[in-house]
């Protein structure tokens, strides 16, 4: 199965030509960079705020020392400013103005990481259906060329063939780019909900009403979590 598999892609690469093989190049590295993102992203705990909601929880419940016991083992984005904005706004010696700084300090750092490797799948999203169009140009001028040095001969098969070997790069291209694209913008999209998470959540730790009862502190939480329900 493996050597038929190698022979087919070697078979489309000698149709296509070398645009086809810059083509496959393009789609090897771009599905070794998803894989890597997708590793980071479970790693890090992306999009999984359980944890995090918990914590807010006991922030407003039963105070930081619970809150950061829940914290210690989250390692997502979410989880770091969140732990971040409590432990600062805990003495309650901190100004607001200050742990906002600290949490967008983290956040941008965290989220920064997150959306390293973007720009190169956008990158392959842009020049592989190019670079397909280009093969296709240059098999279009090579079977036309073919037309004219045949001269009075034409063989009507031959042109057809030409032309539809010159848009298999075409087709390469947007096999290539359509899929990539799919799963840009959903890492793109998971990105955006753990910037809206953080920005809910420690909001909702620097909010005024969560220090004066247990009713606004509900009131706080659900509002949280309502936001984060849209974000997704």
Same mark, same amino acid.
């Given at each position: 199965?493996?050597? *038929? ?73 979410? *989880? ?54 280009? *093969? ?97």
């Amino acid at each position: 199965m493996l050597q *038929g598999v190698v022979d087919a892609i070697v078979t489309f690469i000698d149709l296509g030509g070398t645009v086809v093989a810059v083509i496959l190049l393009l789609s090897v590295f771009a599905l070794a960079l998803i894989l890597l993102k997708f590793a980071q992203f479970w790693r890090e705990q992306v999009g999984r705020h359980r944890r995090a909601e918990r914590a807010l929880h006991a922030w407003f419940h039963n105070g930081y020392t619970e809150a950061r016991g829940i914290l210690e083992a989250d390692r997502s984005p979410v *989880g770091s400013a969140l732990s971040a904005a409590m432990r600062l706004a805990a003495p309650r010696t901190v100004s607001k103005e200050a742990i906002e700084d600290e949490v967008a300090r983290i956040a941008l750092s965290r989220l920064h990481g997150l959306q390293r490797g973007f720009r190169a799948l956008d990158a392959v999203v842009q020049i592989a259906p190019q670079l397909g169009l280009f *093969g296709t140009v240059l098999g279009m001028i090579e079977a036309f060329r073919e037309l004219q040095v045949a001269g009075n001969a034409v063989d009507p098969s031959l042109l057809a063939g030409g032309i539809w070997v010159a848009l298999l790069t075409t087709a390469a291209g947007l096999a290539v780019a359509m899929p990539v694209s799919l799963v840009l913008t959903w890492f793109e999209t998971v990105v955006e909900n753990e910037r809206v998470a953080i920005e809910t959540m420690t909001s909702a730790v620097l909010s005024h009403n969560a220090f004066h009862g247990r009713p606004q502190a509900d009131r706080v939480i659900r509002e949280a979590t309502l936001e984060i329900g849209h974000a997704h």
